[in-house]
């Protein structure tokens, strides 16, 4: 008997703050082969991101080409800044059997949602507004006007939770990173996830 698996696609993805970028870190290099997809953004660089590593780091008009161009699997204006998903990584890793990984907003995983709804969709939700407002005070990256408008998204991105596989409340770091893993690890074990021949 040969088991091999389609590839899978995971959307890690939750409001501003609550810890996705961090639990993508800690989940990767525990799960095997699990590759990321890098995005396309207009913002600029911070302090050590290289391009074509972190982001891809791209101009307003270059950003509209490729929307043009059909390039992104979804994109959207997140706080002022845009970023994409590009498509052709994602679909060619996929049809070899890899699995991929996005770490997007509520809106671009909506948009993977509605045309990809065979992806895991794990909603990475904050233990309370409280944790949240420290976490993004805590992160000493966005204005004060910039963590107003996070917490006043968050509201409403809490209610798109129900279209989502699954939630992981990131309150302990180290039991959600864990959480995340089973929940990865598990979806490859899904017999309908196999191809099985010969
Ligand atoms: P996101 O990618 O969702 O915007 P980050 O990964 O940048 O969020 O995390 C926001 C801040 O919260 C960072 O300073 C990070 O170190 C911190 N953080 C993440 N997870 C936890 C946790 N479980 N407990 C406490 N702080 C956390
Ligand atoms: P940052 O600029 O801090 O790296 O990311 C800001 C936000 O943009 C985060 O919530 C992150 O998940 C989201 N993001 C990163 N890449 C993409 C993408 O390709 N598409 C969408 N929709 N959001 C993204």
């Not at 791209?58 to 979804?74: A, R, Y």
């Amino acid at each position: 008997m040969q088991y091999t698996r389609k590839g899978i696609l995971f959307i890690i993805s939750g409001p501003s703050g609550v810890g996705k970028g961090t639990i993508k870190k800690a989940v990767l290099p525990g799960v095997g082969a699990l590759l990321e997809s890098i995005s396309a953004t207009t913002r600029q660089p911070r302090g050590h991101e290289v391009n074509g590593r972190e982001y891809f780091f791209l101009t307003p008009g270059e950003f509209s080409n490729w929307i043009q161009q059909d390039k992104f699997i979804e994109w959207a204006n997140v706080y002022s800044n845009m970023y994409g998903t590009p498509r052709e990584f994602v679909l060619k890793n996929l049809e070899q059997g890899h699995d991929v990984l996005l770490e997007i907003d509520i809106q671009g995983a909506l948009q993977v949602k509605a045309t990809m709804p065979e992806g895991v969709f794990i909603f990475i939700a904050p233990p309370s507004i409280e944790d949240l407002v420290d976490r993004l005070c805590n992160r000493d990256q966005d204005s004060p006007e910039s963590i107003a408008a996070r917490l006043a998204a968050s509201e409403e991105e809490m209610t798109f939770m129900p279209q989502y596989d699954y939630v992981v409340v990131n309150d302990n770091l180290e039991d959600a990173v864990d959480r995340t893993r089973a929940i990865i690890m598990a979806e490859r074990c899904k017999i309908s996830n196999m191809k099985m021949g010969g």
